[in-house]
């Protein structure tokens, strides 16, 4: 899980960890995404759109390239971002409002 607010972190560590899913790692920002997921190598990074180092889209390509599927997610509409989601590897995008277990792996799997 990586985002730059320590609350929305442990909200969505409990949303997520109820609906199954372990959360292994936290960051909060694009440099410590990075040192986290190759540590963890974890199925899947849950990721931030805006970080305070750099873009999550500026990441997404290193944390694939792992064999880590992406998630990203925002606080802003979906339609803010169809350039940058239509040019990247990420396995898709969720609104941080609806951000869920089953939606991570539902956007996973369309992915597989």
């Known amino acids: 899980m990586v985002d730059d607010h320590a609350g929305f972190r442990a909200g969505a560590r409990r949303v997520l960890e109820a609906d199954g899913l372990e959360v292994v790692a936290e960051a909060g920002d694009a440099r410590g995404a990075c040192v986290e997921a190759a540590r963890w190598l974890p199925d899947v990074v849950v990721l931030d759109v805006q970080l305070p180092?750099?873009?999550?889209?500026?990441?997404?390509?290193?944390?694939?390239?792992?064999?880590?599927?992406?998630?990203l997610?925002?606080?802003?509409?979906?339609?803010?971002?169809?350039?940058?989601?239509?040019?990247?590897?990420?396995?898709?995008?969720?609104?941080?409002?609806?951000?869920?277990?089953?939606?991570?792996?539902?956007?996973?799997?369309?992915?597989?």
């Open 73 to 112: 997610i925002s606080t802003r509409a979906i339609e803010d971002h169809a350039d940058r989601l239509a040019s990247c590897s990420a396995s898709g995008f969720l609104g941080k409002d609806v951000l869920s277990g089953d939606a991570v792996r539902a956007l996973v799997a369309s992915q597989q």
């Open 53 to 71: 180092d750099r873009s999550g889209f500026d990441i997404v390509e290193e944390l694939t390239a792992l064999g880590i599927a992406v998630v």
